[in-house]
């Protein structure tokens, strides 16, 4: 079974605070990828990564940055966390370059930020 | 900008058929996935279309109009576990290689 995990399901940080978000895919997919969801909005692309060591921008990259050291992980980092932050975080991967191919999704973390 | 639509709620009965619409900016996108996604857990796929008519796929079968930009996943003989969120996505064209969202939309089933 596909299987991607995510570090936590719930997270709560005081404004200020580096945040790290680990998501581990057991696939050996390419391409990887950090959103957030908020009500109403949907689900936004923050970065994602088609390689070890390569990243790309999403639509919202601000305040956020990320990390693939090794083809299974991908980390999501806020620098310093804010209360505008405070949103459920949802990593998922898909094989090939395609974005024509199915993306798996962890079970998320949702963040609150005090 | 590259915006998705989808109803915000809908209602439905067990046992019933429910359609959710879904519809963008035909310039934009090529391709379009229906995701589903019960309350606290991850998003799961459904199904994709990339070119025009309807697939079907057990109870659930999803329409694609390039032409009109509109496309609607239809659940046939509801089941209360069908109450969830059905999220809309599209392929957007060119390099990017991304997925644009729409917001979801809430579906209640009701016995």
């Known amino acids: 079974d596909v299987k991607v995990t995510q570090s936590s399901r719930y997270l709560v940080k005081r404004t200020g605070e580096k945040v790290f978000l680990e998501c581990v895919q057991d696939?050996?997919?390419?391409?990887m990828f950090w959103y957030r969801q908020d009500p109403g909005l949907g689900l936004r692309l923050i970065y994602f990564?088609?390689?070890?060591?390569?990243?790309e921008k999403g639509d919202i990259p601000e305040g956020y940055s990320v990390s693939r050291e090794k083809k299974e992980r991908f980390s999501l980092i806020l620098e310093s966390a804010s209360t505008n932050q405070t949103s459920m975080y949802l990593c998922?991967?898909?094989?090939?370059?395609?974005?024509?191919?199915?993306?798996?999704f962890g079970p998320g973390t949702r963040l609150t930020v005090l | 900008g590259q915006n998705i639509d989808q109803p915000t709620e809908m209602t439905a009965t067990e046992g019933a058929i429910v359609q959710i619409n879904c519809t963008y900016q035909?310039?934009?996108?090529?391709?379009l996935f229906w995701y589903q996604q019960h309350a606290g857990e991850a998003p799961t796929f459904l199904s994709y279309?990339?070119?025009?008519g309807l697939e079907e796929k057990g109870r659930f079968s999803s329409f694609l109009s390039r032409s009109k930009g509109y496309s609607y996943l239809l659940l046939k003989e509801l089941q209360m576990k069908d109450s969830a969120s059905y999220l809309c996505?599209?392929?957007?064209?060119?390099?990017?290689?991304?997925?644009?969202f729409g917001t979801g939309t809430l579906l209640a089933v009701q016995p």
């Open positions: 998922a991967s898909r094989t090939g370059t395609s974005a024509h191919n199915e993306q798996f």
């Open positions: 696939m050996d997919h390419e391409n």
């Open positions: 990564s088609y390689d070890v060591k390569m990243k």
């Open positions: 035909t310039s934009g996108f090529n391709g």
């Open positions: 279309n990339v070119l025009d």
């Open positions: 996505a599209g392929v957007r064209g060119g390099a990017t290689n991304k997925l644009i």
